[in-house]
């Protein structure tokens, strides 16, 4: 009798979650958190391919309690892409949503990816670089198995010092731990984050690559070679040996913004048999014009290995940077055209009201860990 019980009961749940999601294949759900005094909130789904929206007018969850107030929620990640919550008189920036995002946290009066709050650990390790020393931060999941048959993926990130701690910035940090454990809670893969500081006074020389003339004398002579090399030649060997990760290209993957943005974009590029894909986000490609980019990508070769690259940039008319290096991010694309690069392998994300800083970068890397990590299709979905 029981379990005739349990399975009309679990019949009936099934048939409201159906019904709750519009009988919607792509309908995850989404968990947000946030003061314990709210009661309702509203969250506004659109999309980048077109006109699509959709409100959602929340009403505090039965799970809620004196610590926070809890909303659920269902959305079709096949119909929307970005989400805006209104939370009282606050309207969080775009966020990116799809199937590896499983809800955000506003409790610490920002917005970060995961229902839960979260405080990332990760270990430090020095290495020699050129006459000075660099750290580089490994963060690994807490159920991170160094004896497991199932290896992890690693994403080589630049400034390293904004990935992890809250208190980095006066926006925060971009949040990839919290990302990258709701893409493994979510069917995606599992990864590890290895991110190189360059909070020092060398950032801007070493995050400038040296392939021609640039457009700002401040910036001559950059050494992105060698911090490219060090990336591959020291940083990858050593994490290859001590850490349970998949060797291959097709599981590295490197990411980074602004001045990061351009180097990453360089690492990959010059390295395409290391990195399966690079994330470009409010990259400063302004440094070199036209011309000279598409002189150096048509030396590089291509043909075995393309790596996939991800665009990202805002234009908020308050943010004259953003501004400036939205052309750049733009003009990319047809760069790459030009040397025949495959369109499939190239997606540019462009975010209206996109501020310069981490905030909108802890918004948008949801967004590029969907395309560097595309979720497996089951047999049903194929």
């Known amino acids: 009798m029981k379990r005739i019980l349990s399975a009309i009961l679990c019949i009936a749940l099934t048939v409201l979650l159906f019904t709750a999601c519009g009988t919607q294949q792509n309908a995850p759900s989404f968990v947000i958190t946030d003061k314990p005094n709210r009661d309702e909130i509203t ?66 009066g920002s917005c970060y990816p995961g229902a839960e709050e979260y405080t990332p650990k990760y270990e430090r390790h020095t290495f020699d670089y050129e006459q000075r020393v660099k750290d580089v931060l490994i963060w690994t999941p807490e159920d991170y198995d160094a004896s497991s048959a199932d290896k992890y993926s690693v994403i080589y990130m630049t400034d390293g010092q904004n990935l992890f701690d809250r208190s980095a910035t006066a926006t925060g940090s971009w949040g990839v731990a919290e990302s990258a454990l709701a893409m493994a ?28 003339k640039v457009t700002e004398d401040g910036y001559k002579d950059g050494h992105g070679e060698y911090f490219a090399d060090f990336v ?16 291959d290209r097709d599981h590295t993957h490197v990411c980074g913004s602004s001045s990061g943005g351009i180097e990453s974009f360089y690492i ?11 994330g470009a986000l409010s990259p400063a490609f302004l440094l070199f014009d036209d011309d000279t980019w598409v002189d150096w990508l048509s030396k590089q070769d291509y043909s075995q290995n393309a790596p996939f690259i991800y665009l990202y940039c805002g234009k908020a008319s308050s943010d004259q940077l953003e501004q400036a290096l939205y052309m750049g991010t733009v003009t990319m694309p047809d760069n790459l055209k030009k040397i025949n690069y495959p369109e499939d392998k190239v997606v540019t994300k462009l975010y209206d009201d996109g501020i310069h800083n981490e905030m909108y970068w802890r918004a948008v890397f949801p967004d590029y860990l969907k395309y560097a990590f595309p979720k497996p299709q089951t047999e049903s979905a194929k």
Not at 48 to 68: A, G, I, M, R, V
Not at 232 to 247: A, C, S
């Open 43 to 108: 969250v506004t789904f659109k999309s980048t391919e077109n006109d699509n929206t959709l409100e959602l007018k929340l009403k505090k969850d039965s799970l809620s309690n004196d610590q926070n107030s809890v909303f659920k929620g269902y959305a079709d990640s096949s119909l929307y892409d970005r989400a805006v919550i209104t939370s009282g008189n606050t309207e969080t920036e775009q966020l990116a949503y799809n199937d590896y995002v499983s809800g955000w946290n506003l409790t610490s």
């Open 185 to 212: 809670q979510n069917g995606g893969e599992k990864c590890i984050i290895v991110g190189i500081e360059n909070s020092d006074g060398w950032r801007d020389n070493e995050l400038t690559p040296d392939i021609g």
């Open 232 to 247: 591959v030649d020291t940083v990858m060997p050593y994490i290859n040996e001590h850490y349970n990760v998949y060797t």
């Open 268 to 278: 990959a590029m010059a390295h395409p048999d290391k990195f399966a894909s690079v």
